[in-house]
């Protein structure tokens, strides 16, 4: 018996050195999704707590050890190890920041007036100089599809900033490309991600362009299930398990030609042309932006799209766009009452 002991104490002991000594021998753990590590200690007064996090950020195995944890409390308790994702029915995964809107915590009326008020008055600017503008909000997952959220959780999204804004923008005249009815007629957002799929994100810009008065089609595109795609969530969860859901891909082709580096659409500012397109564009985008902006790249000759968040016209020379598009995530709108 005491040997049985002494073999699990060194198996024990074994376990948890065996991070930090893999740490030692060269073996660090990358970040995961989005993680910013902590960067190598400098000498200082904080060096000690510095070496710990950055130990604690970089131990062998990291990953496949929160990967697992994940797992094993998803399977025996159906809890979510990450504060930001929140496991749904049938394998969908729920952004934690949208809650606000889902339950109906929203901004005050005068917060959304001031919203209305802004907007308007950036229209009001760009229709003096002869240029069009829209505004568009990319409805968060759960708004969409609540059908797979935990009942614990009471939907009253009829109370949400998003939805009681829109008379707000009515009264002030801003023109609006409403995407809440379109795409919820069926899923075109991925399972294990935030975001929409590239034909969701084809059926928005249609939408937008038809706010604009001009005529596209492009969700009549042919599209297919074909390779992986690694939901943002997922990653989240489980950052070394290669979980993958079936990407959309829009096999009939757009016709516009970068002139900058897109960073795969992460990138702050990019520019764009197209043969077959007309007018000049400035979009203002988030996220949702990286499968919109070809769309839009694709309507228009040229096009300039930023993610500040500023909405400073003046970054940009007057003759470089007739057309200014706002797009905003909708749990961001408590954003532009800040501004």
Not at 37 to 48: N, R, S
Not at 292 to 311: H, K, M, N, Q, V
């Amino acid at each position: 018996m005491k040997q049985q002991s002494q073999i699990f104490i060194a198996l024990f002991l074994a376990l948890c050195l065996t991070p930090f000594a893999g740490l030692l021998m060269g073996f660090e753990s990358e970040g995961g999704a989005n993680e910013i590590l902590a960067p190598p200690p400098k000498a200082g007064p904080t060096v000690l707590d510095e070496c710990a996090d950055y130990m604690e950020d970089r131990f062998a195995l990291r990953q496949h050890m929160i990967s697992l944890w994940s797992l094993l409390n998803e399977r025996l308790l159906h809890t979510s190890t990450e504060e930001q994702v929140i496991l749904g029915e049938d394998g969908f995964l729920y952004f934690s920041e949208t809650l606000d809107d889902y339950t109906g915590v929203s901004l005050t009326d005068t917060q959304l007036e001031q919203i209305a008020v802004r907007l308007a008055a950036l229209q009001q600017q760009l229709e003096a100089e002869g240029k069009a503008f829209v505004f568009t909000i990319a409805p968060n997952k759960n708004s969409l599809y609540p059908e797979h959220m935990p009942k614990r959780y009471q939907n009253r999204h009829e109370n949400s900033n998003a939805v009681r804004l829109e008379p707000y923008l009515e009264q002030a005249g801003v023109n609006y490309a409403n995407l809440f009815s379109p795409l919820s007629a069926e899923l075109l957002y991925y399972r294990t991600d935030t975001h929409w799929t590239p034909r969701g994100a084809a059926l928005g810009a249609d939408t937008i362009l038809a706010a604009l008065g001009r005529e596209s089609d492009y969700f009549s595109h042919a599209f297919a299930q074909s390779g992986l795609h690694k939901g943002d969530l997922y990653e989240m969860l489980y950052p070394a398990f290669a979980g993958r859901e079936a990407e959309t891909v829009d096999l009939t082709g757009l016709f516009y030609t970068a002139l900058t580096e897109t960073n795969k659409g992460h990138a702050i500012t990019i520019r764009t042309e197209s043969e077959r397109g007309t007018g000049r564009l400035l979009c203002y985008r988030d996220s949702f932006g990286i499968a919109l902006y070809p769309y839009l790249a694709d309507a228009f000759e040229t096009a300039i799209f930023s993610r500040t968040a500023d909405y400073d016209l003046s970054r940009f020379a007057a003759a470089e766009y007739d057309t200014v598009v706002l797009e905003i995530v909708e749990r961001n709108l408590p954003r532009l009452a800040d501004g």
